[in-house]
Structures are given as structure tokens and as C-alpha cells.
């Protein structure tokens, strides 16, 4: 019962500070967010206690040369391989596909942990995979601070010639005349100014809105500001 129990609070602990490491992560607005850090450390922490309790479980004088995680770790490097393949590059250097990654690399911890006879841990660990994946995203918006209730869209806008930028800037972030923005306004996290063949300007915009914004809300918000020739808007 104590082995139990205490396998529960290293997998409880586990999801704890993978949901930390991710917060601050997301707070960052770094790539590797809340759900793939709770995956991560949730998985690691399974297969170490395998790796632990299966040299008591099938080791001893009747095999002393046994190493029962030898195939295990070879199947968790392999593995990696694959889910590096889901991994995508889009615009704007924004990677998708960590969260599936992580969740495949997590299969294998799982299939490690039955495969040994481990079904409480097992059974647990799947458990506390699905509510970060699934509960925990939506726990923390709810209750934590209000950038993590926000997402990301690349929006690229044609102006006319020699258009003042920054009054079009203040316009887009949502500002007062006093430069303030409210909880509403878009933040703007990478900004890139190119001319065109046609003597207007390219802004390349990466934008933190929030959730409950609707990417077409943002493209006619956008289109409907004056001398903006033409607007494209993608959600990340």
C-alpha cells in the first residue's frame, strides 16, 4: 500500500511541475508550452519508476546478468524518432506538433509500463496524461493570469505609400490616445516591415489576441482601417 502510494505522488508531483515548467514557458511565449511540459515530465517520471521496480521484480542470483530496461530504452530513443516526424515548421518560425510528439513519446512509456506488469502505474499515468492534455489547459485559463488565455495569429498587411506606421501600430494593438490598451487589445510580438514593387509597404505581424477572438473578427477589424490595401490573417 505505501509503494502505492508513493508511486502516486512522484506521478502527482510529476504533472506538478510539468505544469510550472509549462506556465512559465507560455508566459514566455516560448514553443514548448503547458501540455507538452506535463507530458513530458509525466512520462519520464513513469519509466524511471519502471526502470526501478522491474530490477527487483525480474532481477536476482537466478539472473545476474538480466537487464530487463535494456530493450525498454532502446524502444524510448527509437520512438523519438517518430514523433520528431510530426513536428512542424510553419510561417513565422511557429512550430506545431509538440504536444503530439510528446504524447507519442508518451505512448511508449505506457506500453513500457504494461509490458512489465506495471498496471497501477499504467493505469495512473494514462489518467494523468489525458488531464493535462485535456483539464489542466482549461483549469489554467480559467484561474491564471490573462496572457495564458491568449493565442497567436500572423497577419500580413499591404498599406498605401509613405503611410505613418506607428499611428497604424496604435490602431491595430487597440490603444488609447494616452498609449494605454486594455485586456481586449492585440500585443504584438514580432514585427517585420518590407517595401514593395509597387512603392506600398508589407508589415508582417505576429499577434497575441485573445481566445474568444475570432480570426475573421481580426481581418475585418483590420480591412477596415484606413489606407490598408489589403490584409491576410492565419491562425497559429
Known sequence: MMMELEMML???????????IGIDRQLKHKQLGLRP????????????????????????????N???MRLAAQI????????????LRRSNEVISGLTSAALIW??????????????IEA????????VAVNIMPLVIKLVGPETLSRHDV????????????????????????????????FKIRYMK??????????????????DNQYTTEIYYYIKKIDHVQSVEVEHL
Open 37 to 64: 511540459s506535463m507530458v513530458i515530465c509525466i512520462a519520464s517520471c513513469l519509466i524511471t519508476i519502471v526502470s526501478i521496480q522491474a530490477f527487483g521484480k525480474f532481477g536476482g542470483p537466478n539472473h545476474p
Open 154 to 185: 500572423a497577419v500580413k498587411i499591404a498599406v498605401e505609400p509613405n503611410y505613418r506606421m506607428t499611428e497604424l501600430i496604435q490602431m491595430i494593438e487597440r490603444k488609447d490616445q494616452e498609449g494605454k490598451s486594455g485586456k481586449k487589445a
Open 76 to 87: 524510448v530513443s527509437g520512438v523519438g524518432f517518430i514523433g520528431a516526424g510530426v513536428i
Open 123 to 130: 493505469i495512473l499515468g494514462v489518467a494523468l496524461l489525458i
Open 193 to 210: 516591415l518590407k517595401d514593395l514593387d509597387n512603392n506600398c509597404q508589407l508589415i508582417d505581424l505576429t499577434l497575441s489576441v485573445p
Open 106 to 119: 508518451s505512448a511508449s512509456a505506457l506500453g513500457i509500463a504494461i509490458g512489465a506488469g506495471f498496471y
Open 66 to 68: 538480466m537487464d530487463p
Open 10 to 20: 512522484k506521478l502527482g508531483l510529476a504533472l506538478l511541475f510539468g505544469m510550472l
